[in-house]
Structures are given as C-alpha cells and as structure tokens.
C-alpha cells in the first residue's frame, strides 16, 4: 500500500478513514472511534447501530360532543412539535450517513447510496464484505501462518519483540478469536531468543501461566535487557574467536527446557 492510500485508510482529523477491502475489520473499527470522536458523536454511533430517529404520531383528542362523536386520531409529529435533543439526533442521522459514505470507495459507494439510513448503510457493507467465505477462510489462514511463524529475531529488544506480539494478538481479537492464555504465554516465552532462557525459566517457576497474561510476563523480563544485551555480546565474541568457540564447546552446559506451544484454542 502506498503512503497516499495508508493515509486514506488512516483518516484524519476531518475525514473518516477508507474502506480497504481486504481488511473490514479493523476499518469498521476505525471508522466508529472516529464518529464517536465527532461532535454529536454518540448520536452519530447511535444511529449508525440503532438507527435513526422516527418522528412519533401526535394524538389529536376527538369531539365527543357532536352528535356523530369524533373519534381521537393522531399526526406524524412535525417541525415544529420537535424537541431540542430529536432535532439534534436528526442532525446526527444526517451526519452519520456522510461520515460512512466518505469512508467508502466508489464501487461500494455506488452499491449503497440508495439506502436511506446510516445503519441500513452500515449492515449493506458489512454484508457485501462479509459475504465471502473464501475471504474469511483466506484471513483466518493467514492470521494463523503469522500465529506459527512468529518468533523473536536476532538482537531484537523486548519490547519491540512485545509490541509486534501484542499486535498479533489484537489481530486474533479483531477476528473473534481467542487463544487460551496458556497458548498466549508460551508463545511468548517459548520464541524469545536464547539469551533469555535463564529469565524464561523464572518466569515458569515463578508464574502461573494459565492465569497470568503476556504483558505481566512482559513487565517482569524488560528489566533484563541489559543483561540479555551482555549475553548477546559474548555471543557474538566467541563466535567470532575461533579459540574461545572451542573453549566453549569443550564446556558441557545444559539449557532449560521449557514446554512447547500448546494449541491455542
């Protein structure tokens, strides 16, 4: 994607952000977080998820004191019989249907600017997005190939290593999935670089893992970067130093063997 249309799909201050076809999910996301940010922005998420305001019928009492009596009748309220806070809400009915149509790519555009309302807007395009199974299956593939080929790379801090997990698991969230936390925790732990093997172990003796959550686990091992960088230093010295490699080797270790990746539902 190009800068220009990462913009568009961002949005900005005064305009919704665009529809991306491939990723509906987290543009609807977006684009209620921005109605909700406008001014009358609970009016405008109101009538983009309950619809817009339906005038009410006004009775109009009957004349019992004619000869053929009268019965009570009713009007469909008017101008002028509207409240302060329903001619606001009307407002924002309005406001709605643009904030969504500016959101939306021409072809979708077309294939919805017949509808009258902000939520009838809103279900059409989520019907037209969510409408392929093919889609949805080629999402979720992909969502769980990141799930198995994720893993920390050589020299990365904690937490930039935390922050992409963090992002793939809000990923699984966006998508109705829910990995069990023991799944989410050894994931975590078990793809850190060898240089936190000491620290991971801890974390096992000392954490309940079906209980606990990656950003705790996260917010007791950032306080060992600096010794997990010195690790890493000597590392790379020794492998660099062909006598102390084979010092090294001639020297039996052991490293801690931690459980693998349960399956993550």
């Not at 201050?13 to 999910?25: A, Q």
Request: net charge negative; aromatic share 10%; proline share 6%.
């Amino acid at each position: 994607m190009s800068t220009q249309q990462d913009i568009y799909a961002a949005g900005s201050e005064n305009r919704p952000p665009m529809l991306n076809k491939e990723n509906y999910v987290p543009w609807s996301s977006r684009l209620l977080r921005y109605a909700k940010s406008r001014p009358n922005g609970k009016l405008i998420y109101n009538s983009i998820m309950n619809g817009p305001y339906v005038r009410r019928m006004i009775p109009e009492p009957g004349d019992p004191a004619r000869t053929v009596p009268v019965p009570e009748t009713f009007h469909e309220q008017t101008d002028d019989e509207l409240t302060e806070a329903e001619i606001k809400q009307m407002e924002a009915d309005d406001q709605a249907i643009q904030t969504i149509l500016l959101g939306l790519p021409e072809d979708i555009y077309a294939a919805v600017d017949s509808c009258e309302t902000a939520q009838e807007i809103w279900l059409r395009v989520q019907q037209m997005m969510k409408g392929s199974d093919i889609g949805i299956q080629e999402k979720k593939a992909k969502l769980f190939n990141e799930w198995e080929r994720f893993t920390s790379t050589d020299g990365e801090s904690i937490e930039s290593y935390y922050h992409r997990f963090l992002k793939l698991m809000n990923d699984f969230k966006r998508n109705k999935h829910f990995p069990e936390k023991i799944a989410s925790n050894l994931k975590f732990l078990n793809n850190l670089q060898p240089e936190w093997s000491r620290h991971v172990t801890i974390v096992h003796q000392t954490k309940d893992l079906h209980t606990a959550d990656y950003t705790q686990l996260y917010d007791f091992l950032k306080y060992n970067q600096k010794e997990v960088d010195e690790l890493r230093a000597e590392r790379l010295a020794k492998t660099q130093d062909p006598l102390a490699l084979m010092a090294n080797s001639n020297n039996s270790f052991s490293i801690s063997v931690v459980s693998p990746d349960l399956t993550i539902f």
